[in-house]
């Protein structure tokens, strides 16, 4: 029962908008799990990822945005930054800086690293200019795995892939055959944090990430990438034809979404799409077929 919602509506009300899903609902809440009759849909549960923030102090986000650029909003003047954006943190504007990508790298670079919470939410609005902070509590947020945005020479993961790397699963599947002597070795989920690997998203951020849904369907984003870059039209054209042709033979294949090629760039990547049901939701065998 720790895991369960209660909508504050009265259960007589003729409305149907607040007990239907929406779809900032997704893995926050269980598609599925909700009782019958009067307290349907404003009575759910959260999914099996689902997180609740317990919030963290400001003041520290606050001080390194100062040192990296930002103006306090009291010593601002229109005039001399006309188009600065502006920095909220837990809804107060703080202050204003002209330089509104390198500041979200900066802080975003911070949360990955394991500086500051990994339950901060970072909001960039590009439209109105704004860049929002949230570090309070009672927020619901999901982890995800994170995509690399730029080559890495250090670490040898390319541009596109997932920060998570099969050096990683490794160790984490021998530990789990022979978990270390020392604790303090392991890495265990706090370490695919710390690492950047996995990233929690509340709602609001989530709205401004790119999200792909199998690790599969972005392998096949980055070569339709490659493709367009290094195929010539003919080339294109008997790949496509080559892929047609594969369907037609096997009939009984599951049809996947195909992956829309205009999308500039995957930010993130779903852990699996199971993770939108709740517990007990996920029991269900075969969740995804028609009921016989």
Same mark, same amino acid.
């Given at each position: 029962?720790?895991?369960r919602?209660?909508?504050?509506?009265?259960?007589?009300?003729k409305?149907?908008?607040?007990?239907?899903?929406?779809?900032?609902?997704?893995?926050l809440?269980?598609?599925?799990?909700?009782?019958?009759?009067?307290?349907?849909?404003?009575?759910?549960?959260?999914?099996?990822?689902?997180?609740?923030?317990?919030?963290?102090?400001?003041?520290?986000?606050?001080?390194f945005?100062?040192?990296?650029?930002?103006?306090?909003v009291?010593?601002y003047?229109?005039?001399?930054?006309p188009? =600065?954006?502006?920095?909220?943190?837990?809804?107060s504007?703080?202050?204003?800086?002209?330089?509104?990508?390198?500041?979200?790298?900066?802080?975003?670079?911070?949360?990955?690293?394991?500086y500051?919470?990994?339950?901060?939410?970072?909001?960039?609005?590009?439209?109105?200019?704004?860049?929002?902070?949230?570090?309070?509590?009672?927020?619901?947020?999901?982890?995800?795995?994170?995509?690399?945005?730029?080559?890495?020479?250090?670490?040898?993961?390319?541009?596109?892939?997932?920060?998570?790397?099969?050096?990683?699963?490794?160790?984490?599947?021998? &530990?789990?055959?022979?978990?270390? =002597?020392?604790?303090?070795?392991?890495?265990?989920?706090?370490?695919?944090?710390?690492?950047?690997?996995?990233?929690?998203?509340?709602? &609001?951020?989530?709205?401004? =990430?790119?999200?792909?849904?199998?690790p599969?369907?972005?392998?096949?984003?980055?070569?339709?990438?490659?493709?367009?870059?290094?195929?010539?039209?003919?080339e294109?054209?008997?790949?496509?034809?080559?892929?047609?042709?594969?369907?037609?033979?096997?009939?009984?294949?599951?049809?996947?979404?195909?992956?829309?090629p205009?999308?500039?760039?995957?930010?993130h990547?779903?852990?699996?799409?199971?993770?939108?049901?709740?517990?007990?939701?996920?029991?269900?065998?075969?969740?995804?077929?028609?009921?016989?």
């Open positions: 029962h720790l895991r919602t209660n909508t504050p509506i009265g259960r007589d009300g409305l149907a908008k607040p007990r239907q899903l929406h779809n900032t609902h997704w893995g809440v269980c598609p599925a799990e909700t009782p019958e009759g009067q307290a349907c849909g404003l009575v759910k549960n959260l999914s099996l990822m689902c997180y609740v923030s317990v919030g963290s102090p400001a003041d520290p986000l606050v001080e945005m100062i040192n990296r650029g930002m103006e306090v009291e010593e003047e229109p005039t001399r930054y188009h =600065a954006t502006k920095v909220f943190v837990n809804g504007w703080v202050g204003v800086h002209p330089d509104p990508r390198q500041l979200v790298n900066a802080v975003l670079d911070t949360r990955r690293k394991s500051v919470q990994f339950e901060v939410s970072l909001v960039r609005d590009i439209r109105d200019r704004e860049f929002k902070i949230f570090s309070d509590a009672g927020r619901v947020m999901r982890p995800v795995f994170t995509v690399q945005q730029e080559d890495d020479y250090e670490t040898g993961i390319n541009k596109g892939q997932l920060v998570l790397t099969k050096e990683l699963v490794n160790r984490i599947a021998q &530990e789990q055959a022979e978990p270390p =002597a020392d604790p303090a070795d392991k890495i265990g989920w706090e370490g695919l944090i710390r690492s950047g690997a996995v990233e929690y998203l509340d709602a &609001e951020e989530e709205e401004t =990430a790119m999200i792909c849904m199998t599969e369907d972005l392998e096949i984003y980055r070569e339709q990438k490659q493709d367009e870059i290094n195929l010539t039209e003919e294109k054209r008997a790949k496509q034809e080559a892929e047609k042709r594969e369907q037609e033979e096997e009939r009984n294949k599951r049809l996947k979404t195909k992956v829309n205009t999308t500039h760039m995957y930010t990547c779903e852990i699996h799409p199971s993770m939108i049901l709740g517990i007990c939701a996920s029991i269900i065998p075969f969740p995804d077929h028609n009921q016989v």
